[in-house]
């Protein structure tokens, strides 16, 4: 509904208070309508072959709408005013340190025989080695570990992108404003590096779940085989796990995760970053020019706001004139930024770690269970 507006398709005028209700109901509405839609198709394609009894689906259709219905709620309270910011990126940021903290604190047992988190395991190879019954384990088991668990060089990753994120952050052009009503106010009016903020990094990641999504849907019911030559340039699916794309197209927009994957076939991991920089600053620039951010746009907020940029008169032309110095400029470059970190963070940077077992130093009850 923002772009719709953004692009003029809709015509609202804010500043009255009936339209914009108008506006909040059309959305609210749309909102339910999606909700509706996706928890029963998703529901269906990916549970219903699964759940023979029509009342259990039901049930589970039921709670995917009942969650999304309250997630929309309480993003619309965080708009009001309950809470600080956007309500969706809070969420985001909210799942986000959620799976930081879970893959540091984490006490219940991994595939590997330690703990899932990074701390609970850095004592485990510390002071006990759960596998050999020895003590004083290899530190290299801490900082690479197989099959995608958490680990200390996964985490120094998450640091070091969490670092770019904030010190390109706060990468800012000022340009000085003043008041044309009140004598002696003076401010700056800030372009940001990251202008387009996250959005474009959402509308990627939703067209890339929705295309992958929909290729599973049209796979399982055109070419379960992967028989169809024609069909198999859009998607192949492996039939022993209909999740994991194995050739195609959605083979390509979908992240390879682990460093031995991406060893495996290296020009799909150059594809997926490729793409999703592309995408990226298509969705970037989309949102600056319909979500009213563009030059144009930005210069008649200020005049509106009853401020004007010092040197200049006090008009749309020169004011869009100088905010195209830097909006354009900031929206591409801030656009290929954001996809390259999407990209890279979305491969996954895990390398496996196989320890050279020494039988003759592990115990007779570690030989057992191991099958040694």
Do not use: H
Request: charged share 15%; net charge neutral; with cysteine.
């Amino acid at each position: 509904m923002q772009l719709l507006r953004g692009s003029d398709i809709l015509k609202f005028d804010f500043k009255k208070p009936e339209e914009r209700g108008i506006f909040q109901t059309a959305t609210k509405m749309l909102t339910y309508f999606v909700i509706v839609i996706e928890s029963i198709v998703y529901g269906i394609a990916v549970y219903g072959a699964n759940i023979g009894e029509p009342t259990v689906l039901a049930v589970l259709i039921g709670q995917l709408m009942v969650a999304s219905i309250l997630v929309m709620f309480m993003d619309e309270l965080i708009q009001k005013g309950w809470g600080l910011g956007s309500g969706i990126s809070q969420f985001i940021a909210c799942g986000v340190s959620q799976q930081i903290l879970w893959s540091l604190f984490s006490p219940l047992p991994a595939g590997d025989g330690g703990a899932i988190g990074i701390i609970p395991y850095i004592f485990q190879q510390g002071f006990l080695d759960v596998t050999t019954g020895m003590f004083g384990a290899n530190l290299v088991d801490t900082i690479f570990r197989s099959n995608q668990l958490p680990s200390i060089f996964g985490l120094s990753l998450t640091v070091v992108m969490l670092l770019i994120l904030v010190y390109t952050q706060g990468m800012k052009v000022e340009i000085p404003i003043v008041s044309t009503k009140y004598r002696g106010f003076a401010a700056t009016y800030p372009i940001k590096l990251m202008y387009v903020s996250n959005i474009p990094v959402i509308l990627a990641s939703a067209l890339t779940a929705n295309a992958v999504f929909m290729g599973q849907m049209l796979w399982s019911q055109v070419n379960p085989r992967n028989a169809s030559p024609i069909f198999n340039l859009i998607a192949q699916f492996d039939p022993t796990s209909p999740s994991s794309p194995i050739g195609g197209m959605i083979y390509y927009i979908t992240p390879p995760r682990g460093l031995e994957i991406v060893a495996l076939d290296p020009m799909r991991a150059v594809v997926y970053v490729l793409f999703m920089i592309g995408i990226v600053v298509v969705f970037g620039k989309l949102w600056v020019e319909l979500g009213g951010l563009s030059s144009k746009k930005a210069a008649q907020n200020l005049l509106d706001a009853d401020v004007q940029i010092p040197g200049f008169r006090r008009s749309n032309k020169p004011v869009e004139a100088l905010l195209n110095r830097y909006i354009p400029s900031v929206t591409l470059l801030g656009s290929i930024i954001l996809g390259l970190i999407a990209g890279v963070s979305d491969v996954n940077l895990n390398i496996v770690w196989e320890p050279p077992w020494d039988k003759d130093k592990m115990s007779e009850s570690a030989k057992l269970e191991l099958n040694l």
